[in-house]
């Protein structure tokens, strides 16, 4: 009998698919078996820290992001991750910084700009976060295939007129 050590591509495609199908519980606990087998791997380690977050559970998704910081700080993905880490733990400066960062190293993470735009948000930068806002959508709001972003950053649009109170736009928003 022949044993098949699974690859690290392989252990992160059924990852992927338990967490496609529903299943993140089951998903989170693979993908934390596949950072032990292969502790290095930052494409295991952003998934891991991926299905984490999503999970809620802050404090084991930032240390899977400290490890990729130490493995790797000028990969896009790391930034971006760390950022989304750093805006759910309520840091939005940091968030902000490391939003940034990710822009600086892919100019085209438009995932990131939606996110840079929170961060602005919250931590009071209204105006960073309206032009943000108004240039993703101006950018992409003819383009379906970017629907869920668009989404997100009317969503995003209605936090900031709520924040803002501007009667008028909010009209907008309903009829957008």
Not at 34 to 58: D, M, N, W
Not at 102 to 127: E, H, I, M, V, W
Request: charged share 25%; glycine share 6%; net charge positive.
């Amino acid at each position: 009998m022949t044993s098949t050590v699974a690859s690290e591509g392989e252990l992160g495609a059924k990852v992927e698919a338990l967490y496609r199908q529903g299943r993140a519980g089951k998903a989170c606990r693979k993908s934390k078996q596949a950072v032990e087998r292969f502790p290095s791997s930052k494409p295991l380690l952003y998934q891991h820290a991926e299905i984490t977050l999503s999970l809620g559970r802050l404090s084991e998704a930032k240390s899977v992001i400290k490890a990729l910081l130490r493995i790797d700080p000028d990969w896009a993905n790391t930034s971006y991750i760390a950022g989304v880490e750093a805006l759910l733990d309520k840091r939005p400066a940091e968030a902000r910084s490391y939003f940034e960062k990710t822009l600086r190293l892919n100019p085209c993470f438009y995932q990131a700009r939606k996110f840079l735009a929170d961060a602005c948000l919250d931590s009071g930068d209204l105006k960073a976060a309206g032009e943000i806002i108004e240039e993703e959508l101006s950018k992409h709001s003819s383009d379906p295939s970017m629907a869920n972003h668009i989404g997100g950053v009317v969503c995003s649009k209605a936090a900031l007129i709520a924040r803002t109170n501007q009667s008028d736009a909010r009209k907008e928003i309903v009829t957008w």
